[in-house]
């Protein structure tokens, strides 16, 4: 069963060391809170992106990063004394605060606005239409690994509102135009889609949904 995440950070870390290999590479992360009850094969959030624990040593984990991940997250610039956004696996007694976070990333964005609205700032982030298509007006994306409400989207962007609390215990506070983020789009979004197009689908045409099949479904 794949673990599932928040997008509620609960620490702050920092990357101790970086060994890379032709195309892969071991991380090794200094960290306190997710550390506590965690034992070797637990999986951890990385800045959004969940790796499986494979060393515990004082104060840090090491975790391996294939070659899949690297090439679809920022992980492949990443380098020591950088901060990253820690969350580990929900636990199936725990509060659901956020939404359904895998931890496999769909693609970096860039962010390319910010702006600031009384106390919250906003943030545009641009991406690549593949990502784009799933981000929708007032649903759920996690950004490094943070679960933020989808505030408006345009053709190749979307923007979002980070509240002081917000900033304050993830890497956002840091956040400037330019930086680069890993985004992961809301999964029911991409099931759905998946349902709906897949060439057995006995209620979707070969077009895929329609406007007939909605409204023969009462929409």
């Known amino acids: 069963m794949s673990n599932v995440f928040t997008g509620l950070i609960e620490e702050v870390g920092k990357v101790v060391s970086v060994r890379r290999t032709a195309r892969a590479m071991k991380l090794a992360v200094g960290a ?29 984990f090491v975790v391996d990063v294939v070659p899949e991940t690297v090439k679809r997250s920022t992980l492949q610039w990443i380098g020591a004394g950088e901060k990253v956004n820690l969350e580990r696996a929900m636990r199936a007694d725990g509060r659901f605060g956020g939404h359904i976070v895998a931890g496999h990333v769909d693609g970096v964005g860039t962010v390319t606005r910010m702006v600031t609205d009384d106390f919250a700032q906003i943030v545009t982030i641009t991406s690549h239409p593949s990502v ?26 979307f923007t979002v509102s980070i509240i002081p609390h917000t900033a304050t215990v993830t890497l956002f506070s840091e956040l400037r135009i330019g930086d680069r983020v890993n985004l992961e789009v809301d999964v029911i979004g991409k099931y759905v889609e998946r349902l709906l197009t897949y060439p057995d689908s006995k209620h979707v045409s070969s077009n895929g949904l329609t406007r007939d099949i909605l409204q023969q479904w009462g929409y």
Do not use: F
């Not at 965690?38 to 499986?52: E, P, W």
């Not at 784009?132 to 962007?157: C, N, P």
């Open 132 to 157: 784009i298509r799933y981000v929708v007006e007032k649903g759920s994306i996690a950004i490094d690994g943070v679960s933020l409400t989808v505030m408006r989207v345009e053709e190749d962007s």
């Open 32 to 60: 306190r809170t997710v550390l506590s009850e965690t034992i070797v094969g637990d999986s951890i959030c990385v800045s959004g992106v969940c790796l499986t624990v494979i060393e515990l040593r004082p104060d840090q």
